[in-house]
């Protein structure tokens, strides 16, 4: 009996009105392709930008797949990855009967794309010391609040155990605090220089766009010692990470946040913590709690 092919990979993407940004996309999408050339890979936009995510799954029919994994290449869970991908796919599949696919989750704010990001920050900083550096990390911005929260996720994440004075949150669209007010809480709080780091995959529109609202608020206030960061781009690890979720999505390993996990992830300054049983904890400040039971009761044990 013939082993069956594993699933093909459809990576989804947002979709830029700028070209380069969009191109960076389907070169990623290419060498995804080159590093595992076990699996047909492709992909495609939601919206803005060919291919349409509908032409990528037709091309994958063609190369005679009949099963995939679709991993959309975003950094938190809005509304695209939420409604319109699975709403797309789902249109897919009544157009090609018989195709049946798993859906994998969003990227970030994963310990491998955190590291990046800190890259980017020495990159424009060189041998500052972190404790003078605030940085605003900016986010895409959504109506979607969950959406918005990752982002100050992620900027908590970033700041745990790395050394910077700060590390603020601003976004370029559709939430507050937009970009120039993130500059000013920076500021208010006493930053003695600030980094604007893109919580972006690739170049486009709107990265494009918080370098000039950078550089607009920096001129104004000539006083400040502002840099830009450069966005994520396609590094070793992002290529990694998506080969990761296309694993998760496949086998069914639907997680919780556990690539943030203190307990098995290795983060800056807790790295002793990695793989340490966990016991029942004391909470003194539960309304719940036995006074003079040690654990009060409870059984907060984490399973990993």
Not at 36 to 58: D, K, M, N, Q, R
Not at 103 to 130: I, M, Q, S
Request: hydrophobic share 40%; net charge negative; glycine share 10%.
């Amino acid at each position: 009996m013939t082993t069956p092919p594993p699933p093909a990979l459809l990576v989804a993407g947002h979709g830029t009105r700028d070209e380069a940004g969009a191109e960076a996309f389907r070169a990623f999408v290419r060498e995804l392709g080159r590093r595992h050339p076990e699996l047909p890979v492709a992909g495609g936009f939601i919206e803005l930008s060919p291919p349409p995510l509908g032409e990528a799954v037709t091309e994958l029919v063609e190369r005679g797949v009949r099963r995939f994994a679709a991993v959309p290449l975003m950094l938190v869970s809005a509304g695209h990855a939420k409604g319109d991908i699975p709403a797309a796919l789902a249109r897919e599949q009544e157009r090609h009967p018989g195709v049946s696919y798993t859906y994998g989750r969003p990227l970030g704010p994963h310990p491998a794309l955190l590291n990046v990001l800190e890259r980017r920050l020495d990159e424009v900083l060189g041998g500052t010391d972190r404790s003078d550096v605030t940085v605003l990390l900016v986010g895409r911005g959504s109506t979607d609040p969950d959406a918005n929260a990752e982002v100050y996720k992620a900027a908590r994440l970033l700041w745990e155990g790395r050394g910077y004075a700060g590390v603020e949150t601003a976004f370029v669209s559709l939430a507050a605090p937009d970009v120039p007010a993130g500059l000013d809480r920076c500021a208010r709080l006493g930053a003695r220089r600030i980094v604007v780091l893109p919580y972006f995959l690739f170049t486009g529109i709107l990265p494009d766009r918080v370098r000039e609202q950078t550089g607009a608020w920096a001129a104004a206030h000539p006083e400040a010692d502002v840099r830009s960061a450069d966005v994520i781009g396609p590094e070793p690890e992002l290529l990694d990470l998506v080969m990761e979720r296309y694993a998760e999505a496949v086998e069914g390993d639907l997680r919780m946040n556990c690539d943030s996990c203190v307990y098995r992830i290795a983060l800056p300054g807790f790295e002793d913590k990695v793989g340490l049983p966990q016991q029942p904890h004391f909470h003194p400040d539960d309304d719940g709690h036995h006074h003079g039971h040690p654990h009060g009761g409870h059984s907060h044990s984490h399973a990993h």
